[in-house]
Every structure is written in structure tokens, then in C-alpha cells.
T-cell receptor, first 113, second 115 residues
Framework: DQQVKQNSPSLSVQEGRISILNCDYT??????FLWYKKYPAEGPTFLIS?????DKNEDGRFTVFLNKSAKHLSLHIVPSQPGDSAVYFC????????????FGAGTILRVKS | GAGVSQTPSNKVTEKGKYVELRCDPI?????LYWYRQSLGQGPEFLIY????????DSGLPNDRFFAVRPEGSVSTLKIQRTERGDSAVYLC?????????????FGPGTRLTVL
């Protein structure tokens, strides 16, 4: 069963506008959530994370929102830049599971200039 | 400092052969993870080391897969009698355990192709 779901396989956004990537999870044991960005032929690069004790974390143009009651998180990128075009993975972990990451299938973001 | 490195970057082998994939974690990171990524999917957990011991190998698909980390640093993922279904990108990640942040830092991966 897919414990972490990214229901949008792809997203296209105009440069300068906001990109919103969504992620849903099912396992209430997850207590830490991460977003990774991946370019072709490279490994995933850590972007931003959030603990379950928070509902928002911001780092420059990137903000992650967590809604625990809905088991939903989202990544906002403002303003979007062409260099943001990549595959974005949502991941979740739980201390009880040794912090191994459970990934979604990814969303391809394309930022058009 | 140096990030996670993996060798080889690409490996092509024939069905039935044995392969070894190597991971050099970030210096000082005690936790090391192996993941496998198939086309169109996110990485899937294989095995986790804390120091030299395998703390969780629940993601290994079968007994053809084995991994070691004898000195608590470099790790080797070993696949016996490879099958075409083993073709994927094998990713290694490391993290420093302890503290509030639990980010894992990934290497570039080894693309394994079994013909």
C-alpha cells in the first residue's frame, strides 16, 4: 500500500508565479516530512523539512505546510524560477521505524520562462 | 565537504551474474541507508545501518540481496544471481543520527542494468 502519495504526476507553472506541490500520507506514525528535488542522472537533493510539531517551515522561496488532521502537506515555491524545473519527491519518516524514508512517486515541475 | 559518493555510476551485467555496488557516506555520518528507484517511482527503502550493524533490512526483496558495512563507514550492496527485474537506480544516503533534524543526504546513485 502506498503510504505517501503525490497525486499530480506533473505541474507546469509560469516563471514568477507560485508553484504548489501536494502530498498526502496515511500512516499516523510519521512524525517528520521532507521534500527532495531531483535532476536527471543525479541523486535526490534535500530541500526542506518539517517536524510534526510544526505546521509551517519556511526557507527562502520554499515553504512547507503541514496539516496533520488531513494528513496532508504541501510545498510552495515563490517566485518560481526556470531552474526549479525538476522532479520533486515528498518523503515521510518515523522514529519508530529507524527514520527510513517513505517516498511518494514524485511530481515533475516545469517552470516556463 | 565531500558528499556521498557511489561507484560505479553505471553497471551493465548479464542475468545470473554477481554485482557489488559501493557507497562512501559523508564523513562522520553514523547512519547509512540503501534505496532502490525504478522508473517513474520514488526511491524504496532496502536496508539501514547504524554503525556497523544492519538495524533494519526489511526492505531487501529476497535473499539474493545482501549489504555490509564492516568498519562503520563504506558500505557494499551485493546482489547474487541478478535478474532483469533488479534493473534500477540504487541510491545510498547517510545522515548524522541524533538531534532534531533527520535529513538524509543522497549520493548520485548506481544505475544497474541486467540484460
Amino acid at each position: 500500500d502506498q503510504q505517501v502519495k503525490q497525486n499530480s504526476p506533473s505541474l507546469s507553472v509560469q516563471e514568477g508565479r507560485i508553484s504548489i506541490l501536494n502530498c498526502d500520507y496515511t500512516n499516523s506514525m510519521f512524525d517528520y516530512f521532507l521534500w527532495y528535488k531531483k535532476y536527471p542522472a543525479e541523486g535526490p537533493t534535500f530541500l526542506i523539512s518539517i517536524s510534526s510539531i510544526k505546521d509551517k517551515n519556511e526557507d527562502g522561496r520554499f515553504t512547507v505546510f503541514l496539516n496533520k488532521s488531513a494528513k496532508h502537506l504541501s510545498l510552495h515555491i515563490v517566485p518560481s524560477q526556470p531552474g526549479d524545473s525538476a522532479v520533486y519527491f515528498c518523503a515521510a519518516s518515523a522514529q519508530e521505524y529507524g527514520n527510513k524514508l517513505v517516498f511518494g512517486a514524485g511530481t515533475i515541475l516545469r517552470v516556463k520562462s | 565537504g565531500a558528499g556521498v559518493s557511489q561507484t560505479p555510476s553505471n553497471k551493465v551485467t548479464e542475468k545470473g551474474k554477481y554485482v557489488e555496488l559501493r557507497c562512501d557516506p559523508i564523513s562522520g555520518h553514523t547512519a547509512l541507508y540503501w534505496y532502490r528507484q525504478s522508473l517513474g517511482q520514488g526511491p524504496e527503502f532496502l536496508i539501514y545501518f547504524q554503525g556497523t550493524g544492519a538495524a533494519d533490512d526489511s526492505g531487501l526483496p529476497n535473499d539474493r540481496f545482501f549489504a555490509v558495512r564492516p568498519e562503520g563507514s563504506v558500505s557494499t550492496l551485493k546482489i547474487q544471481r541478478t535478474e532483469r527485474g533488479d534493473s534500477a537506480v540504487y541510491l545510498c544516503a547517510s545522515s548524522s543520527q541524533g538531534g532534531m533534524e533527520r535529513e538524509q543526504f543522497f549520493g548520485p546513485g548506481t544505475r544497474l542494468t541486467v540484460l
